[in-house]
C-alpha cells in the first residue's frame, strides 16, 4: 500500500486584532480537513496585545479559551515558488468553547451591525481604499507620473497578480500624490467581505513585497516622507433583494432620505468614531487641517477635506447612478481593524435612520475656512486631535459603546491607554518611526 504523500507547507486561522494586526494560528496543510471542522483553541487575552508586543491589563487574564472557527468561504491563497511556499489561509471568528458567538471578537463585531441592518430590509455594499509607502526608495519618480508606475512595474504587477489569485478583485494599483506612495483599489463586495479583503490587501501586498526583497508601510505618516497614508471606506445602502437605495438625484448631494439620515447618524457620532478608525498616537499627525484628510467633521460633495465625502458619479456610456452612488469616510487609516472600522460606521449609520437624523448643508469650500459661528449651520466640528481625545469621545457615546459591548470597549481603551503612555514624551518623528516599524 502507497503512503499518501503529505504537503509539507501551511496553513494559517487568522483573526484582524483591535490594533490592526493579523494575528494567526499555523499549522501544517495536511491538518486542514480536520481543524475547518473543528477549529482551533485560541487564548482572549491574546486580544489585549498592543502594537508593540505587550499584553495589557485586561479581564481574562490567564484564563479562559476560546474557539478560532475559519469561515470556509473566505481562503486566500497566493502560490509559492520553489524557494517561497505558498500563502494560505482563512479568516476566522472568535466563539466560546459551546459554540456561540463571543462577545469581543472583531469580525462578530460586524457581523452584529449587519444583522441589525438587515432587520431594516437593507445590507451595505462597501470598498476599501489603501495608501502605502515603499521605505526603500532613495530617489522617487514625480507624483502621479508614468515614470513613478513604470520604475514599479514589477512589483505592482505581482501585486496585482497576488491580489487576483487571492481573490481580491484589484481595481488599480498606482502611484499616488506622495513621494514613495502607492494606492491600491479595490471593486466593491458585500460588507463582511469587503472588510475581509481591506486584510487581505495588507497581508498580500506585504507577503509580495518580502518576496522580492521591498520595504513597505501602510503607517499614516513616516518620518521619511511629508505625505499622509489614509484608507478611504466607501458604503453604499442596497436592499436585501439587490436594488440600490442611496441615489436620489432631487435630493442635496444626491442623497437618497435613507441615505441622508445613514450619514447624518455617521457625522453624529464622528468624534467616537476616529478612536476606532484613527486609532493611534500617530494617527492624529495625519488629520490636520488642509492635508486632504480630514481634520472636521463634516459632509462635502466631492471635497477632500471634508470627513465624509459623496463620491461622484459618473453618466458617461450609460452608467448606471444609482449603483454607483456611494459615501466615503476619510478618517481611517490602516492601524485600524476594518471589522471594528466598518462596524462602528454601520453601527452610527443605523442610529442616523432610527432617529431619521437630518442631513445639514454640504461644505463646498474647504472646511477650515468656514468661521466657527457657521459651523452650526454644517454640522460641523473639529475631529480630536489626539488619540486620548478621541477615547474620550468614545467613553461619551453610549450609541458606540454599546454597539461595541461592554468586554471589548474595555479592552480597547486599555490597549489604546497603553499606547499613549508609551509614546508619551516622544518627538513627533520618535513615534513615526514606533508605528511605522510595527506597520
Known amino acids: 500500500m502507497q503512503n499518501k504523500k503529505i504537503s509539507r507547507n501551511l496553513a494559517h486561522f487568522i483573526s484582524h486584532d483591535y490594533c490592526g494586526i493579523t494575528r494567526a494560528r499555523t499549522f501544517p496543510e495536511h491538518r486542514l480537513d480536520s481543524n475547518l471542522k473543528k477549529g482551533l483553541c485560541w487564548t482572549p487575552a491574546n486580544l489585549a496585545l498592543n502594537p508593540f508586543g505587550q499584553i495589557v491589563e485586561n479581564e481574562w487574564g ?3 479559551d476560546l474557539i478560532m472557527l475559519p469561515d470556509s468561504s473566505s481562503e486566500v491563497h497566493v502560490a509559492g515558488t520553489d524557494s517561497i511556499s505558498p500563502l494560505r489561509y482563512f479568516h476566522a471568528d472568535f466563539l466560546n468553547m459551546d459554540g456561540t458567538p463571543w462577545e469581543a471578537c ?15 430590509g437593507m445590507k451595505v455594499i462597501a470598498s476599501f481604499e489603501h495608501e502605502f509607502m ?20 514589477v512589483l505592482c504587477s505581482a501585486i496585482t497578480a497576488a491580489l487576483i489569485e487571492g481573490g481580491v478583485d484589484p481595481e488599480m494599483c498606482i502611484p499616488e500624490y506622495a513621494a514613495r506612495q502607492f494606492e491600491v483599489t479595490c471593486s466593491p463586495a458585500e460588507a463582511l467581505q469587503a472588510a475581509d479583503r481591506a486584510v487581505n490587501v495588507r497581508e498580500i501586498v506585504r507577503e509580495v513585497c ?21 484608507v478611504h471606506v466607501h458604503v453604499s445602502l442596497w436592499s436585501l433583494d439587490d436594488k440600490p437605495l442611496t441615489y436620489d438625484p432631487n435630493r442635496p448631494g444626491q442623497l437618497s432620505e435613507i441615505a441622508s439620515q445613514f450619514t447624518a447618524g455617521i457625522l453624529e457620532h464622528m468624534a467616537a468614531l476616529t478612536a476606532l478608525t484613527a486609532p493611534s498616537v500617530v494617527s492624529y499627525q495625519r488629520l490636520r487641517p488642509d492635508s486632504w484628510s480630514a481634520a472636521f467633521a463634516c459632509i462635502g460633495q ?5 470627513s465624509i465625502r459623496i463620491a461622484p458619479i459618473t453618466h458617461l456610456d450609460g452608467c448606471d447612478a444609482a449603483k454607483q452612488a456611494n459615501i466615503e469616510y476619510r478618517a481611517a487609516d490602516a492601524l485600524a481593524s476594518p471589522h471594528l472600522t466598518l462596524g462602528a460606521i454601520l453601527a452610527a449609520g443605523i442610529d442616523g435612520i ?12 474647504n472646511p477650515s475656512s468656514i468661521p466657527e459661528d457657521q459651523h ?7 475631529l480630536p486631535s489626539s488619540l486620548g481625545q478621541a477615547l474620550d469621545a468614545l467613553d461619551s457615546d453610549e450609541v458606540i459603546k454599546s ?14 491607554r497603553s499606547e499613549i503612555a508609551l509614546m508619551q514624551n516622544k518627538k513627533d518623528n520618535e513615534i513615526r518611526d514606533s508605528y511605522s516599524a510595527v506597520y
Open 403 to 416: 454597539s461595541m459591548g461592554e468586554m471589548l470597549v474595555d479592552c480597547y481603551r486599555a490597549i489604546k
Open 354 to 365: 432610527t432617529k431619521k437624523l437630518k442631513m445639514p448643508d454640504l461644505v463646498t469650500v
Open 134 to 153: 515603499l521605505t526603500d526608495v532613495e530617489k522617487p519618480a514625480p507624483c502621479f507620473s508614468l515614470e513613478a508606475a513604470r520604475s514599479e512595474e
Open 210 to 230: 518580502r518576496r522580492q526583497g521591498r520595504s513597505v508601510s501602510f503607517s499614516p505618516i513616516i518620518s521619511l516622507n511629508p505625505g499622509t497614508n489614509g
Open 376 to 382: 452650526k449651520k454644517f454640522g460641523m466640528h473639529p
Open 302 to 306: 466631492q471635497n477632500r477635506e471634508a
Open 62 to 64: 490567564a484564563l479562559g
Open 106 to 120: 472583531p469580525r462578530q463585531y460586524l457581523k452584529r451591525q449587519l444583522a441589525k441592518l438587515e432587520l431594516l
